[in-house]
Nanobody, 118 residues
Framework: QVQLVESGGGLVQAGGSMKLSCAASGRTFSSFTMAWFRQAPGKERGFVAS????????RCVDSVKGRFTISRDNAENTLYLQMNSLKPEDTAIYYC???????????WGQGTQVTVSS
């Protein structure tokens, strides 16, 4: 497993931007497929975006396409989520997660709160 620590959350107005970071430690970061998930109040945690080990392939949920960008810096052992044109419905706790090989996401950060005011 790998240890993950998110940062960068906070309060932002609708239409604003925010960049989340996830610092990894413990194992070779580039060995892991990485992803962001989020959990809104009263809802289950859901997938937001993922990125392949070398960053060449990304995917995201339809609701954030064109607004959110996932990226990684393997030299800095850091995962990012750039969020633009934020909406109140983006309000959630955002978690980064790591998957090794064919395993599912089994390493999780503690989460960072993102609140978008209308």
């Amino acid at each position: 497993q790998v240890q993950l620590v998110e940062s960068g959350g906070g309060l932002v107005q609708a239409g604003g931007s925010m960049k989340l970071s996830c610092a990894a430690s413990g194992r070779t970061f580039s060995s892991f497929t990485m992803a962001w998930f989020r959990q809104a109040p009263g809802k289950e945690r859901g997938f937001v975006a993922s990125i392949s080990r070398r960053g060449g392939f990304t995917r995201c949920v339809d609701s954030v396409k064109g607004r959110f960008t996932i990226s990684r810096d393997n030299a800095e052992n850091t995962l990012y989520l750039q969020m633009n044109s934020l909406k109140p419905e983006d309000t959630a706790i955002y978690y980064c997660a790591a998957a090794y090989g064919s395993k599912g996401y089994d390493s999780w950060g503690q989460g960072t709160q993102v609140t978008v005011s209308s």
